[in-house]
C-alpha cells in the first residue's frame, strides 16, 4: 500500500503540473484544451482522494508499517479519532491541504466550464501551480512524506504506535482542523481568478461574480474553525479562556478578517464599478495570510502554544509566500490603467462610503494583529532582543476597532448606495437610535455595566445594530406584503429567499454582533478566582456557593481520572452538580511500565461547565495527588519485588516471571506478556486510585463565573445559518445555468441593481427624490448596455475578444 | 467645494489616520512589551529585573509549594546555570518537566516570580521534529 500510495502521490504531482501546461497551452480559447486540462484537474482530485482514502484505511486498519500511523495513532486511540490522527501529522496535513485544494480547484473549474473562457486557462494555471507546489512538497521535501515506511524494530513492522496526543482527543479536533484548512484553501479559488483578471486585463466584475461564493464559502469555513478553536480552549485546555492573541491563532484570524473586508468590498465593484485596485489588494492579501498560517504552525519562528517543532518545510511556504506577494503586486502595478474606478463615491452618506470604512477598520485590525504577531522578529531586528506583546497590547487596539466595526454595521444597512437624503436618514434611524438609547440608560442604572466604558459602548452599539437590523427585516416584509398580498410570515420567507445575499448578509450580521456581545460580556465582567478546598469545605464565588461534596476518581488502561463532586448552590437552593477532573495519560506507544508511568504522561483537565444564558460557570480542578503518588510507589515495589521472584511470592508472580523471560527470548511472545502485566497492573492501579476517594488533601479549584459565554456560541450559529442562507443558489441558477454573455451577466447585474433601490425605496431608506434621480441613472445605464448589445460584435468597452454565444431569451428574474 | 480639493481631503485625512495608528503601534509595543530572556541571561540579574522567561522545566524539579508551585527553568539548549521559579495558581494542562514554558515576571533574590495568568506551556509539539529526541 505504502509503494501505491508514492506512485498515485507522484501521479498527482505529474496532473497538476500537465493541467496548469495544458490549460496555458488553451488560452487562446482552444475549447478542446481547456476541456481536457478541466478533466486532468478531475484526475489530480480523484488520484489524491485515493491517497486520503489509502492513508485514512491504514489509520482505521492499525497499519503500523505506515510511520504517519505508528506516530500519531495506537490500537487504543478510539475508532473517531484515528481518523482524524491523519491531520495531528505535519505531512498529513499537508496532504490535507492539497487535498481539499484539489476539491476546490475541480468545483471551481466545474462551475466556470461555461464561462470566463480566457480567463480559466490562467486561473487554472494559478490554482495548479500552486497544486503542484503542495504535492510536491511532500514528494520532494525531507521528513513530510506521508508514505514514508515506519522504522522497523528487529526487523519488524511495529505492533503498536505511539498515539494521538490526548490534548488533541476533542471532538471539535476532529473537525476544527479540516474546516480551517477548507477555509485557508478555498481562498486560493478567488486569488487565482483575480490573477486571471489581471492577466488578461478583463477587470470588471466578472471574477468575483464566479468566485464570490467561493470567497464566501472560505470565509465561513475559516470563521467556524477559529469557534471550534475556541471552544476546544475554553473547555479542555483548562485556564478558562477561548482566545489568547497567540500566533497560530492570529493566523487565522488575519486572513478572516481580511476576507471579510474582501466580501464587503467586492459589492462595491459589483454594484459601482469602484475599488478594483483595492479588491485585487485584498484578494491577493488574503491569500498570502492564508498562506501565513500555513506556514507559521510549520516554521517554529515564533513562541506560541501552539508549539510545532522547527522543521523543513518552513522555507519553502515561506517562498511561495514571497513569490505570491511579489508576483501580485508587480502584476497590480502594471494593471493600474485597467484598474481605475468607473465611477466615485457619490456622498460620504452612502453604503458604499459605509463599506469603505468598515474596510479600514478591518484592514487596520489585521495591521494591528500582525505587526503585533510578528513583532518578536521586529523587536529582535532593531534591538536584537526577542520581545513579544502580551494581551493587554492586542486589546488595548482590537477593542476600539471591533466597537467602531459593530457601529459601522449598524449604519451601512440603513443607508441606500449611492446617497440618502437627511431625511430619508432621520426616518431611517430614528427607531434604532432611540433602542440604543433606552438600552445603554437601563444598563447603566440596573448593571454595573459603566464600569466598564469600552464593554457599554459595545453593548450601545450593538443594541442600536441589532433594532436597525430588525427594522430592515420588519419594513422589508411590510414592503413585499403590499405588493404580493401575502401575510406576514410567508411575506418575510419570501423577502429573505428573493434576496439571498442581502438578507443572508443580515443574518450574519446579526450573528457576529451577538457573538461580540459575548466576547465583550466575558472579558469585561468575569470574576476569576482560585480556591482550595478539602472534602467536605465550601466557599462562595459571586453569590455562588460551591461546596466540595466528595472526590472521584477512575481508572482504565491509559489513564486515571481524579477528580470531584462539587454541589452548586444560588440564593440557598441546590440548583447542580458539577465534576470537574484531571486525567493523567501514561506516555502512549511505550512498553507497559512501571503503575508510575500513570504520572509521566499528558495531564489534561475535564471542565466541571454549568452553561447558562446569563452566566457560564466553569471549574476545572487540580487534585492533590501526593498520596496516591506515594501508593504507587509502594505497588511498583511489590510488583518488582514479585517479577525478581522474591520469596513468599504468589502463584501468579511465578506464571509472569517465567513468560517474561520466555518472551524476552522469543519477540513473538512479547504481546501476550504485555498484556498480562497490563492486566496485573491494572489491577494493582486501581487499588491504588481508590485511596483518592477517602482522601482529605485540598484541591485546587479555578472557579470562573463567566457572564455571556453562551451568547458567543449562539452567535456564531445565527452567523453559520446566516452565512448558508447567502450561499444557498437562487433560483434562477438553480433551473439551469445559462451560456450566459457577459452582456447578458452585466444586464442581469443592473437589473439587480434597480431591484435593490426599489426596495430600499420601498423600505424608506431612499426618500421620493432620491430614488427617482437614482432610477433615472441605473435605467439610463441598463439602456446604454442594451446600446452596446445591439450594436455589439466590435464590442466596446473593454469587452472585447467576447465571442458570440447563442443567447439565450431573457431570463432576468423580476420582483 | 469642487470634489477634487474633497478628495484629496479625504485622502489626507485618512493617511493621517493610519500614520497615527501606525506611529501608536509602534511606540506602544516596544514599550509595552517584556524581553524574552532565557534563565542563563537571567540568573545573575539585578532584582527587579522584569522579563518574559522562555526555556525548559526541568525534569523532577516541579514542587507543590502552598498555594503554587516552585521549579527550575534552564536554557532550551539545556545548557547553562538553571533558574529557580516560584507561580501562583493553576498552571495550564500540558505543564510538566522537560516542556518549554514562557512567563513573565520579576527577578527576586530567592529567583524568578511569576505573574498569576501568564504561564504558557507549549504543547508537546503537534508536528514531530527530528530533533525531537
Known amino acids: 500500500?505504502?509503494?501505491?500510495?508514492?506512485?498515485?502521490?507522484?501521479?498527482?504531482?505529474?496532473?497538476?503540473?500537465?493541467?496548469?501546461?495544458?490549460?496555458?497551452?488553451?488560452?487562446?480559447?482552444?475549447?478542446?484544451?481547456?476541456?481536457?486540462?478541466?478533466?486532468?484537474?478531475?484526475?489530480?482530485?480523484?488520484?489524491?482522494?485515493?491517497?486520503?482514502?489509502?492513508?485514512?484505511?491504514a489509520f482505521a486498519g492499525d497499519d503500523f508499517s505506515f510511520n504517519i500511523v505508528q506516530q500519531h495513532s495506537s490500537i487504543e486511540t478510539p475508532a473517531g479519532y484515528k481518523l482524524a490522527a491523519m491531520w495531528s501529522s505535519q505531512e498529513g496535513s499537508l496532504l490535507l491541504w492539497a487535498w481539499v485544494l484539489s476539491i476546490a480547484a475541480s468545483a471551481a473549474l466545474y462551475a466556470t466550464r461555461n464561462k470566463l473562457r480566457e480567463l480559466v486557462p490562467w486561473a487554472t494555471a494559478v490554482m495548479m501551480g500552486i497544486a503542484a507546489f503542495f504535492t510536491g512538497l511532500m514528494l520532494f521535501a525531507p521528513d513530510v512524506d506521508p508514505f514514508a515506511k515506519a522504522t522497523m524494530q528487529m526487523g519488524?513492522?511495529?505492533?503498536?504506535?505511539?498515539?494521538?496526543?490526548?490534548?488533541?482527543?476533542?471532538?471539535?479536533?476532529?473537525?476544527?482542523?479540516?474546516?480551517?484548512?477548507?477555509?485557508?484553501?478555498?481562498?486560493?479559488?478567488?486569488?487565482?481568478?483575480?490573477?486571471?483578471?489581471?492577466?488578461?486585463?478583463?477587470?470588471?466584475?466578472?471574477?468575483?461574480?464566479?468566485?464570490?461564493?467561493?470567497?464566501?464559502?472560505?470565509?465561513?469555513?475559516?470563521?467556524?474553525?477559529?469557534?471550534?478553536?475556541?471552544?476546544?480552549?475554553?473547555?479542555?485546555?483548562?485556564?478558562?479562556?477561548?482566545?489568547?492573541?497567540?500566533?497560530v491563532e492570529n493566523a487565522a484570524l488575519m486572513p478572516w478578517l481580511l476576507g471579510t473586508a474582501f466580501l464587503h468590498s467586492?459589492?462595491?465593484?459589483?454594484?459601482?464599478?469602484?475599488?478594483?485596485?483595492?479588491?485585487?489588494?485584498?484578494?491577493?492579501?488574503?491569500?498570502?495570510?492564508?498562506?501565513?498560517?500555513?506556514?507559521?504552525?510549520?516554521?517554529?519562528?515564533?513562541?506560541?502554544?501552539?508549539?510545532?517543532?522547527?522543521?523543513?518545510?518552513?522555507?519553502?511556504?515561506?517562498?511561495?509566500?514571497?513569490?505570491?506577494?511579489?508576483?501580485?503586486?508587480?502584476?497590480?502595478?502594471?494593471?493600474?490603467?485597467?484598474?481605475?474606478?468607473?465611477?466615485?463615491?457619490?456622498?460620504?452618506?452612502?453604503?458604499?462610503?459605509?463599506?469603505?470604512?468598515?474596510?479600514?477598520?478591518?484592514?487596520?485590525?489585521t495591521a494591528v494583529i500582525f505587526w503585533g504577531t510578528f513583532f518578536p522578529l521586529i523587536s529582535e531586528l532593531f534591538t536584537g532582543d526577542k520581545a513579544s506583546l502580551a494581551a493587554p497590547w492586542f486589546d488595548r487596539y482590537t477593542t476600539p476597532l471591533a466597537i467602531g466595526l459593530v457601529l459601522f454595521t449598524g449604519i451601512g444597512p440603513l443607508l441606500a448606495w449611492r446617497r440618502v437624503s437627511w431625511e430619508s436618514?432621520?426616518?431611517?434611524?430614528?427607531?434604532?437610535?432611540?433602542?440604543?438609547?433606552?438600552?445603554?440608560?437601563?444598563?447603566?442604572?440596573?448593571?454595573?455595566?459603566?464600569?466598564?466604558?469600552?464593554?457599554?459602548?459595545?453593548?450601545?452599539?450593538a443594541a442600536?445594530?441589532?433594532?436597525?437590523?430588525?427594522?430592515e427585516f420588519w419594513t422589508g416584509t411590510q414592503a413585499r406584503k403590499e405588493l404580493s398580498g401575502e401575510p406576514g410570515p410567508q411575506a418575510l420567507v419570501g423577502l429573505v429567499s428573493r434576496n439571498r445575499r442581502r438578507y443572508g448578509g443580515y443574518i450574519v450580521h446579526i450573528g457576529v454582533i451577538v457573538l461580540l456581545v459575548g466576547v465583550a460580556g466575558s472579558s469585561s465582567f468575569q470574576t476569576n478566582r482560585d480556591v482550595e478546598l478539602r472534602p467536605g469545605e465550601s466557599t462562595t464565588v459571586d453569590g455562588r456557593t460551591i461546596t466540595y461534596v466528595k472526590p472521584t476518581m477512575a481508572?482504565?488502561?491509559?489513564?486515571?481520572?481524579?477528580?470531584?463532586?462539587?454541589?452548586?448552590?444560588?440564593?440557598?437552593?441546590?440548583?447542580?452538580?458539577?465534576?470537574?477532573?484531571r486525567r493523567f495519560f501514561r506516555p502512549t506507544g511505550q512498553a507497559p511500565g512501571p503503575i508510575s508511568t500513570y504520572f509521566a504522561g499528558e495531564a489534561t483537565s475535564e471542565v466541571g461547565l454549568r452553561a447558562g444564558f446569563w452566566h457560564d460557570l466553569w471549574i476545572a480542578e487540580q487534585p492533590n495527588v501526593a498520596e496516591v503518588q506515594r501508593g504507587v510507589r509502594l505497588a511498583d515495589q511489590g510488583f518488582s519485588?514479585?517479577?525478581?521472584?522474591?520469596?513468599?511470592?504468589?502463584?501468579?508472580?511465578?506464571?509472569?516471571?517465567?513468560?517474561?523471560?520466555?518472551?524476552?527470548?522469543?519477540?513473538?511472545?512479547?504481546?501476550?506478556?504485555?498484556?498480562?502485566?497490563?492486566?496485573?497492573?491494572?489491577?494493582?492501579?486501581?487499588?491504588?486510585?481508590?485511596?483518592?476517594?477517602?482522601?482529605?488533601?485540598?484541591?485546587?479549584?479555578?472557579?470562573?463565573?463567566?457572564?455571556?459565554?453562551?451568547?458567543?456560541?449562539?452567535?456564531?450559529?445565527?452567523?453559520?445559518?446566516?452565512?448558508?442562507?447567502?450561499?444557498?443558489?437562487?433560483?434562477?441558477?438553480?433551473?439551469?445555468?445559462?451560456?450566459?454573455?457577459?452582456?447578458?451577466?452585466?444586464?442581469?447585474?443592473?437589473?439587480?441593481?434597480?431591484?435593490?433601490?426599489?426596495?430600499?425605496?420601498?423600505?424608506?431608506?431612499?426618500?421620493?427624490?432620491?430614488?427617482?434621480?437614482?432610477?433615472?441613472?441605473?435605467?439610463?445605464?441598463?439602456?446604454?448596455?442594451?446600446?452596446?448589445?445591439?450594436?455589439?460584435?466590435?464590442?466596446?468597452?473593454?469587452?472585447?475578444?467576447?465571442?458570440?454565444?447563442?443567447?439565450?431569451?431573457?431570463?432576468?428574474?423580476?420582483? | 467645494m469642487?470634489?477634487?480639493?474633497?478628495?484629496?481631503?479625504?485622502?489626507?485625512?485618512?493617511?493621517?489616520?493610519?500614520?497615527?495608528?501606525?506611529?501608536?503601534?509602534?511606540?506602544?509595543?516596544?514599550?509595552?512589551?517584556?524581553?524574552?530572556?532565557?534563565?542563563?541571561?537571567?540568573?545573575?540579574?539585578a532584582p527587579g529585573t522584569s522579563a518574559e522567561l522562555t526555556g525548559k522545566v526541568v525534569q523532577g524539579s516541579i514542587r507543590r509549594d502552598g498555594n503554587g508551585i516552585a521549579f527550575r527553568v534552564i536554557d532550551r539548549d539545556g545548557k547553562g546555570q538553571s533558574l529557580p521559579v516560584t507561580y501562583q495558581g493553576a498552571v495550564p494542562d500540558p505543564f510538566r518537566g522537560g516542556r518549554e514554558i514562557v512567563l513573565t515576571g520579576t527577578v527576586e533574590s530567592a529567583g524568578f516570580v511569576g505573574e498569576p495568568e501568564t504561564l504558557i506551556t507549549k504543547c508537546p509539539s503537534k508536528f514531530t521534529t527530528k530533533s525531537d529526541a
Not at chain 1, 506512485?7 to 475549447?31: H, K, P, T, V, W
Not at chain 1, 431611517?428 to 459602548?457: E, K, M, N, Q, Y
Not at chain 2, 484629496?8 to 516596544?30: C, E, P
Request: charge should be neutral; aromatic fraction near 8%; proline fraction near 4%.
Open chain 1, 156 to 247: 519488524q513492522v511495529p505492533s503498536d504506535g505511539v498515539g494521538l496526543n490526548p490534548l488533541l482527543q476533542h471532538p471539535s479536533m476532529m473537525i476544527h482542523p479540516p474546516m480551517l484548512y477548507s477555509g485557508y484553501v478555498a481562498f486560493t479559488i478567488p486569488f487565482a481568478f483575480a490573477i486571471g483578471a489581471l492577466v488578461t486585463r478583463r477587470i470588471d466584475a466578472e471574477w468575483i461574480r464566479a468566485t464570490r461564493r467561493f470567497a464566501l464559502i472560505a470565509w465561513t469555513f475559516l470563521g467556524f474553525g477559529l469557534l471550534l478553536g475556541a471552544r476546544w480552549s475554553y473547555t479542555e485546555l483548562g485556564w478558562g479562556g477561548y482566545w489568547a492573541w497567540d500566533p
Open chain 1, 555 to 581: 481508572v482504565d488502561e491509559e489513564k486515571f481520572t481524579f477528580g470531584s463532586l462539587l454541589r452548586i448552590e444560588e440564593g440557598g437552593e441546590v440548583v447542580g452538580f458539577v465534576r470537574p477532573s
Open chain 1, 641 to 815: 519485588a514479585c517479577v525478581q521472584g522474591a520469596p513468599g511470592t504468589p502463584e501468579q508472580c511465578k506464571a509472569l516471571r517465567a513468560l517474561m523471560q520466555a518472551a524476552a527470548a522469543d519477540p513473538s511472545l512479547q504481546p501476550q506478556a504485555f498484556r498480562q502485566i497490563s492486566q496485573l497492573q491494572g489491577l494493582a492501579a486501581e487499588r491504588v486510585a481508590k485511596s483518592f476517594l477517602t482522601t482529605t488533601a485540598a484541591s485546587t479549584f479555578k472557579v470562573i463565573v463567566n457572564p455571556l459565554v453562551t451568547w458567543m456560541w449562539i452567535g456564531a450559529l445565527i452567523a453559520l445559518a446566516g452565512a448558508l442562507i447567502a450561499l444557498w443558489p437562487s433560483r434562477g441558477r438553480r433551473r439551469g445555468a445559462l451560456v450566459r454573455t457577459e452582456t447578458d451577466a452585466r444586464k442581469e447585474a443592473k437589473y439587480r441593481e434597480i431591484r435593490d433601490a426599489e426596495l430600499d425605496h420601498a423600505t424608506g431608506k431612499l426618500s421620493d427624490e432620491d430614488f427617482a434621480l437614482v432610477d433615472a441613472e441605473l435605467r439610463r445605464e441598463a439602456i446604454e448596455i442594451l446600446d452596446r448589445e445591439t450594436g455589439d460584435g466590435s464590442g466596446n468597452g473593454g469587452s472585447n475578444g467576447n465571442r458570440a454565444h447563442p443567447r439565450e431569451p431573457e431570463k432576468v428574474e423580476q420582483g
Open chain 1, 464 to 471: 442600536f445594530a441589532l433594532t436597525g437590523l430588525a427594522q
Open chain 2, 2 to 45: 469642487d470634489p477634487q480639493r474633497k478628495r484629496k481631503i479625504r485622502l489626507v485625512v485618512a493617511l493621517s489616520v493610519a500614520v497615527l495608528l501606525g506611529v501608536a503601534l509602534i511606540y506602544t509595543s516596544f514599550s509595552a512589551s517584556t524581553e524574552a530572556r532565557e534563565p542563563s541571561e537571567l540568573v545573575n540579574a
Open chain 1, 266 to 365: 467586492i459589492m462595491v465593484q459589483e454594484k459601482r464599478g469602484m475599488l478594483k485596485v483595492w479588491n485585487a489588494s485584498l484578494i491577493v492579501g488574503t491569500f498570502s495570510m492564508a498562506l501565513l498560517g500555513t506556514f507559521l504552525v510549520r516554521s517554529g519562528v515564533l513562541q506560541s502554544i501552539h508549539a510545532f517543532g522547527d522543521n523543513t518545510v518552513g522555507p519553502y511556504i515561506l517562498g511561495l509566500i514571497a513569490v505570491v506577494l511579489v508576483g501580485s503586486t508587480a502584476l497590480i502595478v502594471s494593471r493600474l490603467d485597467d484598474l481605475r474606478s468607473e465611477k466615485r463615491i457619490d456622498s460620504l452618506a452612502s453604503r458604499e462610503s459605509i463599506f469603505l470604512v468598515n474596510n479600514l477598520l478591518l484592514v487596520g485590525m
Open chain 1, 1 to 57: 500500500m505504502l509503494s501505491l500510495g508514492s506512485a498515485l502521490l507522484g501521479l498527482a504531482f505529474l496532473a497538476a503540473l500537465a493541467a496548469g501546461a495544458i490549460a496555458l497551452s488553451g488560452r487562446n480559447g482552444d475549447e478542446r484544451r481547456l476541456r481536457l486540462s478541466r478533466r486532468v484537474v478531475y484526475a489530480f482530485c480523484g488520484l489524491l482522494t485515493a491517497c486520503v482514502a489509502i492513508i485514512e484505511l
Open chain 1, 425 to 461: 436618514a432621520q426616518r431611517v434611524f430614528r427607531i434604532p437610535l432611540a433602542v440604543a438609547a433606552v438600552v445603554t440608560l437601563a444598563l447603566v442604572v440596573f448593571t454595573g455595566a459603566d464600569d466598564h466604558l469600552w464593554a457599554l459602548s459595545l453593548f450601545a452599539f
